[in-house]
């Protein structure tokens, strides 16, 4: 369940990207926290789906047993279940979770660079299912910044993250989905470049009973959310 973080994969994820960051605003405050809400940064603010989903968050879409896709949600987090780090004492192995208001864990899962979306042949889906999550998805520093602008979620393997508009066979609509970029292949036209910044959250209590634990979730870097 747990998916090692090499000290290979953050490198990796701190290089070039396709999809290239063109404007950089003043950043709040870093901290440290155990969980975090995943708020939606646009590439190049010039560049937005309608209506607009900067400041939005990553949420998700239920699509059958035990299994979700992510979703670019509401732009409140209010009641939103956080995410968090889950893994070993030593740091030697880790996930993003989710508990999702359940007692059992949810991980952030990407489609590999040779695998993609049935329905859109090319395109690296994005799901939140029970279980662990994909290796080398975690909260990283890009570009050796020490500032909030560098804190992000980074992904499998060097590339970026997509928000695009795509009709959804499981519940008969359109939706805003998230997908993987690898470095290398390009965001189709109607998509746009997106970052997640982890803003720092409360990480709730588990259910009484539940066969989960919260026991290896680690602190990590995170942004003070603005009052």
């Known amino acids: 369940m747990l998916a090692s973080l090499t000290t290979l994969t953050l490198l990796a994820l701190a290089s070039a990207s396709p999809l290239k960051r063109t404007t950089t605003t003043t950043s709040p405050a870093l901290s440290r926290a155990k969980a975090y809400n995943l708020q939606v940064q646009l590439l190049d603010p010039s560049k937005d789906l309608t209506p607009s989903i900067a400041g939005h968050y990553i949420g998700t879409a239920h699509v ?40 059992f864990p949810w991980g952030i899962n990407v489609l590999a660079k040779d695998a993609s979306d049935a329905t859109y042949p090319g395109e690296h889906g994005v799901s939140v299912n029970v279980g662990g999550g994909s290796l080398g998805v ?22 970026g993250w997509a928000a695009c508009e795509r009709f959804v066979g499981y519940t008969r609509s359109n939706m805003t989905v998230v997908r993987y970029v690898y470095e290398g292949e390009s965001a189709p036209a109607d998509c746009v470049g997106i970052s997640f910044r982890p803003l720092c959250a409360a990480l709730p209590d588990l259910p009484a009973g539940s066969e989960w634990t919260h026991e290896f979730v680690q602190e990590v870097d995170c942004v003070v959310p603005a009052q």
């Open 138 to 159: 975690g909260v990283v520093r890009q570009g050796g910044g020490n500032d909030a602008g560098s804190v992000v979620l980074g992904g499998p393997a060097p590339g």
């Open 64 to 103: 059958g047993a035990g299994q979700n896709i992510a979703i670019i949600g509401s732009a409140t987090d209010a009641g939103a279940a956080p995410f968090y780090t889950n893994g070993t004492s030593d740091a030697a192995a880790s996930d993003v979770l989710n508990d999702l208001g359940t007692s």
